[in-house]
């Protein structure tokens, strides 16, 4: 069956310290993957996009890599601060299909 | 400013009601989309819509039904038919790029409790 999870449902980190969160998902070839941030009672907002060929993206303190051999996805916050607490979400694009996202992880960093 | 809008931020309904959740964009975008979100579970499609008068029906489409008249709006209705209604409702939207890539730009949300 096809799945999508995120490595855990709560991650607390101390400030300053490197988040990675994980995304692993079965039986999708997906075209690219997104990551999204999610405060409480918001919507999700958009943050890296890494299509299937590509290894690595980056957007300020925020690294994403994408393996398609280990179907794994993560997602790194450098130096991090108590204005990264947050759900992060992934979703996968399958060619043809639509978006298709994980549970999400909330992030909490402790100052 | 460019965005979407969803309404009402909070509702709530009474058994044996129809409710209907607005969203509209000023993007200018094609495709438009209902999610769901329950704790502890990702977003799920309810309702797609990739053009003006056309929409198809995503993962969990039972109890709810939606309309495109046109490319700005994209309103939900949770009909009697949805047994379990208590949700956080999303909608989205995105330049219809294909497998091109593009991402999702999101409402605020809109919370239902069925009393």
């Known amino acids: 069956s096809q799945k999508i999870e995120q490595n855990s449902e709560a991650l607390n980190i101390q400030e300053g310290k490197t988040a990675t969160l994980t995304c692993n998902y079965t039986n999708y070839s997906p075209a690219y993957l997104q990551w999204y941030r999610q405060d409480p009672g918001r919507g999700p907002v958009f943050l890296l996009l890494i299509r299937e060929n590509e290894k690595e993206k980056r957007k300020e303190r925020l690294k994403v890599t994408f393996d398609t051999t280990l179907k794994q996805s993560l997602f790194h916050i450098t130096a991090s601060q108590p204005a990264d607490s947050a759900t992060y979400l992934c979703?996968?694009?399958?060619?043809?299909?639509?978006?298709?996202f994980g549970p999400g992880t909330r992030l909490s960093v402790l100052p | 400013d460019g965005g979407i809008t969803q309404s009402p931020k909070y509702l709530f309904r009474k058994e044996g009601q129809n409710v209907t959740l607005s969203c509209e964009q000023n993007?200018?975008?094609?495709?438009m989309y209902w999610y769901r979100q329950d704790p502890g579970q990702g977003l799920r499609l309810i309702y797609y819509?990739?053009?003006?008068?056309?929409?198809q029906k995503g993962d969990i489409a039972e109890g709810y039904s939606v309309s495109r008249e046109k490319k700005e709006s994209f309103p939900l209705t949770v009909t009697l038919a949805q047994k379990n209604p208590t949700a956080f409702y999303l909608c989205?939207?995105?330049?219809?790029?294909?497998?091109?890539?593009?991402?999702?730009?999101f409402g605020e949300g809109s919370r239902l409790t069925v009393l």
């Open positions: 993007l200018n975008h094609d495709a």
């Open positions: 989205a939207s995105r330049v219809n790029t294909g497998d091109m890539g593009g991402e999702l730009f």
């Open positions: 979703a996968l694009y399958n060619y043809g299909q639509n978006f298709v």
């Open positions: 819509s990739q053009i003006v008068n056309d929409f």
